[in-house]
């Protein structure tokens, strides 16, 4: 069946904002639909609020909306449009549930609309935990016991029934938000408590456990013939229990014989036509008894997922681009397959490599929580490798993930055999507790003796996987053996075929990594790279797509001749670096392969978009480290690498690349250097003559109460050595800091702290800009923090341009960061932090590469940032560029940061100097009060227009808030108050006003408030007192569980207000960015 | 410690691995096979008579090896196997033994440590060839040399090498716990107590389990049993099976065949080698193909039903498309890689025969209506028969 011609133009819903559970792989889904789409003659409409998504670059639609995703904006979208169709397939969850929105409120029906690739019923029937279970069970399945329930009491009946453990699972969560595992009768009321709570159907499913089983997903594809393909299978290292998202995983399943393979196979073909789903890609999960075979079915996704971003960078199939294809009435054998061109798409991908999947978590970044892994996903971001061996294959997974690792034990990270040694007692319970580090815990067992079945044991690891890593220790121990001998080069290729890295060699036989590497030159001992085919080799393959093993012949690289480029990629998503870099990097790819150049991209993260197989001329899937990294680029003797736009990862590698005879593009590394070490940058902007704030370094804690002293409370501290704010604090008093210090010098030993002034009240500003060799800079733009200084850049909101700073004061940052970009020698990108304070202007950093708001300051203004640098560092100047001066945006554009406070009860809700936020919103308008509203709603919290206020401040608030206070009252607003505000508001005026009682002081207290639904709106600026304080934690944990806005900056409140405002005056509309920017 | 092994091939390359199986020396047909799982079903198939397989899946033998449930004949069957990595522990709760011991103990060779996607990439490119797995010491020369002397595919008739020497009566299905389940749903069982006498050409179990669980009473019966033995067993239908070796020259087996198809009326079923005699019995061609299809991720079109099929494949021969025409012979199946003819029916007859693996064995099950054709086909022509007798 061909293309359905009276399909002429459809609406894709993107995912929004990166979330924990949600993250790059839907811009990769969605960009590949896109062009799908359009290559099919479609018109297509998209609608995604996230900024820094490909997908929303004006060209990759035809009409493109930055609007909330939600039923109202696409209610509005479909008005103005008129679509035939919506695909809400390949936008995750949040696409899933924008569409049964739209369908419930009669949308579709009025306008005419249908679904493509799912209808609702489809959706409900896989996502309903107990209809899921009457299908599986119709066909002859089994999923695990359970009943769906609606009430404790409810569930506590169940709970007789099912035993314990028991799992608790809310409807209609993303990534099992709100769910968990109880052991015991108390866990268990509160998770089902808390899964009420998270549902939106308020409905939790009560569940039979089968933790220790092991765990299978299928990622499935089915045509509207009823053709059905496996796409790839993949096998959880970690067993049932921990949430897929957050469990190591390899591809292909490794310990299924084929009789058990294919009875899963059919049953996953089995599932998708019970389900209904009529054509797509779908996920199918699985939980095998190893003891006996029993299978359950555990769940399915109607869509594209996580998984099958996944399974296409594994095995080379573009699941998202046939889903697509196939929803316009495509069947699969009428598609080719891209990467033979000589076979179609209706086969199954055979591969010749084991794949990895380490997911990556920043746990340290949300003091407080409880790192345990569970059925409730926590992972911010996580790392793929390829390699020949699982060996090979972990040990690079390990590496790619950028935690410091080299690879399985054996670095500078490597405790074993240290004072600090952990006791046959704590691994044994870093065994038997799911973790992050528990792959880590297992080589410590045995190298401690604790017998490999024992470990299968305290971990319900399969045997098999435990061996493996039985096999490495007892290769480390042999490795230790030759320690301090001559390198020996056959133990040297057996380490390599092994997957370790010069480093771990280096660490285990006594030498340095640069020795072993000279080592390796002179013999000759080098990687081989193979491609990624889809058919293990069975035909010729043009696939660009390479990943790097030992000890065989190399595929061919397929050259063009033109001059080559390298461009290092981001890595793993992590919390201050994500999918703003991996869109910068693209650009970067876009525009020198328009410009002739050959681009060839390095990254390890299976998400993203760059990893595409034709982002760029060539795609390596290799870890982001020095040798992993000169190993491609011996390979193809690039002119030269691009380093400034992936983050910190590749910056990190650019003064070690160059001293192995790299030619950096771009910004030197000197320069790069200069702007990052304190003491020069603090000599560059004595040169340039620009203030900074005071500042000190402290090595003991008495320097640094001198250094405090001398500068004057309050003061920011942090280690030496950051990223994304880590471990940054701003301390009031003396206590504090001794605290700080005295935490922070076991963090890190060796650097020292560092301590600033703190500007308590300024403006913060962020500008980016460009910079060429002619030495001319033209400003990007100028963000404005809504939230004041202190807050990481990463984490406020901010507007563009400045909604509140005078002109003038804007003037004098352009020409000063101007002054620094030349300082400095900037070719390509810079980012520039401000705090403005009355009429001073102070430099926070500066950072010459791409930052986090190039995509949304050139989504905003229309002018593609990355791509301009990228040309400037292939040596084009800025104006044979035509970019000769900066861009007014057209319409006010407010950047909103999502946080995962819900992935991680316990930790405290609060915005400061340590970077939380997973991703970001963009609501774009006329007026900054409509833009800002949209922000807040495409963030998921939506301002009220009416109900009550609940606003407590700190004392040198009290006068500012009064302001905020009449305002909200003056739109309709009850404000409510405890004594000290409602004491300052009443004399104020303020009505009507009510006073509640504090915490421990009565009842009803502001927590009953909230609780009760009464409260739609918080006003919270955070005290110093620590009884206070902790009272106001509790308040904004609150908030944030039950979805109410909560504002803890003044500046954030007065914004809400003039949002709220434009809200009252009628609802906000819809516009695509093509009218807006190309008009 | 492992032994080093050597895997040489006629056309001059050597590979280089380690011994991982006995440690023989063994002259065979180097093919190779992209299944992801199944090599014990791979290893126990007779049609893998005389080929030593190269398998593109990186490690074997992690899920070891299972009972005789999973096993395609009685012992191993294939020359030799090539892979990147063997396991030598065995985690499933099937397995009975870890794959090494299981070579070792049925004199299988074996090598691994083999750089086995060149050797794919070589195989591709020259087509299949001959070779010399060696444990042994002499010169690389010496071990091409003796590669080049080895017996070619062409003109081999190994159906007789592995036909069984007597009939006898199959009554095995499949194991509860492995039965194939789902796509093809319930089995037909429409045929329930009828005779089914199967030329053994090489027969893999899973075909005879097939029938089996579908009720039909399994006779096998040697490569070599006159047509009138067969027919004085009064079969409802009689399958030829699958099995190694060129087709054309398996002579007794063209004969056998062209005597069944004159029962008009008799159901004559074939499967892979039993498939190639049905079409040169009635006067198409087979031809040896470059590297052949060995693998569980073929589509193939079915052009009856329209649908693709995912099918096990394992053959190095094929039927000529273009010799149907003037044969009662109709295209049912064609292969979507390349265009191979993979079934075919005749005109009138209850005849039909597949160049794939229905049986899967290993391999996606949702070739199996082909046996559920059968079993209808078996349900509705004795009457005929008998009216006509």
Request: hydrophobic share 40%; net charge negative.
């Amino acid at each position: 069946m061909p293309l359905d011609p009276s399909l002429k133009k459809v609406l894709i819903i993107g995912a929004g904002p990166i979330v924990i559970g949600q993250a790059c792989e839907f811009d990769y889904s969605g960009t590949q639909a896109c062009k799908a789409l359009r290559e099919e003659g479609l018109e297509v409409i998209l609608m995604n609020s996230n900024p820094a998504t490909i997908m929303t670059d004006p060209e990759v639609a035809d009409r493109t909306y930055v609007e909330p995703v939600t039923w109202e904006a696409a209610r509005a979208i479909i008005e103005r449009e008129r679509p035939c169709a919506v695909l809400p397939t390949l936008g995750g969850q949040t696409s899933l549930n924008v569409a049964i929105d739209l369908a419930r409120r009669g949308v579709l029906e009025e306008f005419g609309v249908r679904l493509l690739g799912a209808d609702v019923d489809v959706i409900e029937r896989a996502e309903d935990r107990e209809r899921f279970k009457e299908v599986v069970e119709g066909i002859g399945l089994e999923s695990p016991r359970s009943r769906a329930v609606h009430s404790l009491a409810e569930a506590l009946e169940a709970q007789q029934e099912i035993g314990l453990p028991a799992i608790v699972r809310p409807s209609f969560t993303l990534g099992g938000t709100g769910g968990g595992v109880a052991y015991n009768i108390d866990e268990f009321r509160a998770l089902v408590d808390n899964g009420l709570r998270a549902s939106p159907t308020h409905e939790v499913l009560v569940e039979e456990s089968v933790i220790g089983w092991k765990e299978f997903e299928f990622e499935v594809v089915r045509d509207r013939a009823d053709n059905c393909i496996v796409v790839c299978t993949i096998e959880n290292v970690d067993p049932m229990g921990v949430h897929t998202g957050d469990s190591v995983t390899v591809a292909p399943a490794l310990t299924l014989s084929d009789r058990e393979f294919q009875r899963l196979r059919d049953a996953s073909f089995a599932v998708l036509r019970a389900i209904g789903v009529e054509c797509g890609g779908s996920n199918v999960q699985f939980a095998v008894d190893p003891a006996n075979g029993a299978l359950r079915v555990i769940e399915m996704n109607p869509r594209v997922s996580r998984s099958s971003a996944l399974a296409s960078k594994a095995t080379g199939f573009p699941i998202a681009r046939v889903a697509a294809k196939l929803a316009l009435g495509y069947t699969l054998d009428e598609l080719a397959n891209d990467i033979t061109r000589s076979t179609p798409a209706s086969f199954e991908p055979a591969i010749d490599y084991i794949v990895t999947k380490i997911p990556r978590f920043d746990f340290e970044k949300f003091a407080g929580c409880d790192p345990t892994l569970t059925t409730s996903m926590k992972s911010v971001g996580e790392a793929m490798a390829i390699g020949r061996t699982f060996k090979e294959s972990f040990q690079k997974a390990l590496r790619s993930l950028e935690r410091g690792r080299m690879g399985l034990g054996l670095d500078r990270r490597d405790d074993w055999g240290t004072e600090r040694s952990p006791s046959r007692a704590e691994l044994r319970s870093r065994l038997a507790t799911p973790n992050p580090g528990r792959l880590f815990a297992v080589r410590q067992a045995l190298l401690a003796g604790i017998p490999a079945a024992e470990v299968v044991d305290l971990t319900g690891i399969d045997p098999w996987f435990i061996g493996e890593i039985e096999d490495l220790v007892a290769f480390e121990r042999r490795l230790k053996e030759a320690h301090g001998e001559a390198l020996d080069p056959a133990l040297v290729l057996e380490a390599k075929r092994l997957g370790y890295s010069d480093v771990q060699l280096a660490t285990a036989l006594g030498r340095s990594p640069e020795e072993v590497r000279r080592f390796r030159g002179e013999r000759g001992l080098r990687p081989a790279y193979r491609t990624v085919d889809t058919c293990a080799a069975e035909f010729a393959a043009r696939t660009p797509y390479f990943y790097s093993t030992w000890g065989e012949d190399s595929d061919e690289v397929p050259s063009s001749g033109k001059p080559k480029v390298v461009i290092l990629g981001g890595g793993p998503n992590r919390i201050g670096q994500g999918i703003e870099f991996d869109c910068c990097c693209i650009h970067a790819s876009m525009a020198l392969r328009e410009d002739g150049y050959e681009t060839i991209m390095i990254n390890s993260n299976p998400e993203t978009v760059s990893t595409d197989y034709d982002t760029s001329d060539r795609l390596y899937f290799e870890p982001l480290t020095l040798e992993d990294v000169l190993g491609v680029i011996e390979r193809e003797r690039p002119l030269g690498v691009i380093v400034q736009l992936g983050g910190q990862t590749p910056l990190n590698l650019s003064l070690a690349l160059q001293a192995a005879g790299v030619n950096i593009l771009g910004t030197s590394p000197e320069a790069i250097h200069r702007a990052e070490d304190r003491e020069a940058f603090a000599e560059v902007l004595e040169r340039v003559g620009l203030a900074r704030p005071a500042d000190g370094t402290a090595r003991t804690v008495e320097e640094a109460l001198e250094v405090a002293r001398r500068i004057g409370y309050p003061v920011m501290v942090r280690p030496s050595y950051v990223l994304g704010g880590r471990g940054m604090s701003v301390v009031h008093d003396r206590e504090q800091l001794e605290a700080y210090v005295r935490a922070a010098t076991e963090i890190s030993p060796d650097h020292p702290v560092l301590i600033d002034q703190f500007l308590d009240d300024a403006i913060e500003v962020d500008v980016d800009l460009l910079a060429d060799a002619a030495g001319a800079v033209v400003i990007g733009g100028i963000l404005e923090h809504i939230e004041e200084a202190g807050v990481h850049s990463g984490d406020a909101s901010c507007a563009l341009p400045p909604y509140t700073l005078p002109p003038l004061l804007c003037d004098r940052i352009r020409e000063a960061s101007a002054r620094l970009a030349r300082e400095l020698g900037v070719r390509g990108l810079m980012n520039v932090q401000y705090a403005v304070k009355e009429e001073s202007i102070y430099v926070l950093e500066a950072n010459p590469r791409a930052s986090r708001t190039v995509p949304f300051i050139s989504k905003a203004t229309g002018r593609p940032l990355a791509k301009i640098a990228a040309r400037v560092m292939v040596g084009k100047t800025l104006r044979e560029q035509g970019v000769l001066e900066e861009l007014a945006p057209p319409r006010f554009a407010v950047k909103k940061s999502v946080f995962p406070w819900n992935r991680f009860p316990g930790c405290e809700v609060l915005l400061g100097p340590e970077m939380r936020s997973t991703g970001e919103v963009m609501g774009m308008d006329r007026a900054f009060g409509a833009a800002f509203a949209k922000a807040q709603a495409g963030a998921g919290e939506d301002l009220a227009t009416g109900g009550a206020v609940f606003v407590t401040v700190r004392d040198q608030d009290k006068q500012q808030v009064i302001y905020i206070a009449k305002k909200l009252a003056s739109l309709g607003f009850e404000i409510v108050a405890t004594r000290g505000t409602y004491t300052v508001l009443e004399r104020h005026g303020v009505e009507p006003l009510r006073l509640v009682p504090k915490i421990h002081v009565g009842r009803p207290n502001p927590l009953d408030l909230i609780r009760n639904g009464e409260i739609a709106l918080v006003v919270n600026t955070p005290s110093q007192q620590p009884i206070a304080r902790r009272h106001e934690q509790e308040i904004r944990a609150l908030s944030v569980a039950r979805g109410i806005p909560c504002f803890t900056t003044i500046p954030a409140a007065a914004a809400a207000v003039s949002a709220i405002e434009r809200l009252r005056a009628g609802p906000l509309g819809v516009e695509a960015l093509q009218d807006v920017l190309l008009p | 410690m492992t032994r080093a092994a050597r895997l040489a091939l006629a056309d001059g390359r050597v590979f280089h691995g380690r011994s991982c199986g006995a440690p023989l020396d063994v002259a065979a047909e180097v093919v190779f096979n992209t299944s992801h799982t199944g090599y014990q079903e791979v290893l126990t198939d007779p049609s893998y008579r005389g080929q030593a397989v190269v398998f593109t899946v990186p490690i074997l033998g992690i899920y070891g090896v299972a009972g005789a449930g999973d096993d395609q004949a009685e012992a191993p069957q294939a020359a030799a196997l090539v892979c990147r990595e063997m396991s030598r522990r065995a985690s499933s709760w099937r397995a009975q033994e870890p794959l090494p011991a299981f070579l070792a103990r049925h004199g299988v060779p074996a090598i691994e440590g083999v750089d086995t996607r060149s050797l794919v990439r070589h195989l591709r490119e020259r087509g299949a060839v001959l070779g010399v797995l060696s444990v042994g010491e002499e010169p690389d020369a010496e071990l091409v040399e003796r590669a080049r002397h080895a017996p070619p595919m062409r003109g081999r008739d190994l159906a007789s090498e592995v036909s069984c020497a007597t009939p006898y009566e199959w009554t095995e299905g499949f194991d509860t716990a492995t039965t194939p389940w789902g796509t093809a749903g319930p089995v037909e069982r429409c045929a329930a107590g009828r005779r089914v006498v199967v030329v053994d050409l090489g027969v893999k179990r899973d075909i005879l389990r097939h029938l089996a669980a579908r009720g039909c009473e399994v006779s096998v019966v040697p490569l070599g049993t006159p047509l009138e033995a067969i027919l004085e067993r009064d079969p409802a239908g009689v399958l030829l099976s699958n099995g190694p070796g060129d087709p054309a020259a398996v002579g007794r087996g063209i004969e056998l065949a062209r005597g069944l198809l004159a029962c008009e009326g008799l159901p004559v079923y074939g499967v892979c080698l039993g498939y190639q005699l049905i079409s040169l019995a009635i006067g198409a061609k087979t031809i040896k193909m470059k590297f052949g299809h060995r693998g569980g991720n073929h589509p193939v079109r079915d052009l009856e039903r329209g649908k693709v099929l995912i099918s096990a494949h394992n053959h190095g021969f094929a039927v000529d498309p273009s010799s149907l025409a003037g044969t009662p012979l109709l295209a049912t199946h064609e292969s979507l890689f390349d265009g191979t003819l993979e079934g075919v029916r005749h005109r009138e007859l209850p005849v039909r025969a597949v160049q794939f693996h229905p049986e899967a064995g290993p391999g996606p099950h949702e070739a199996e209506t082909f046996f559920d054709d059968f079993v209808r086909d078996l349900a509705v022509a004795p009457a005929e028969r008998a009216r006509e007798g």
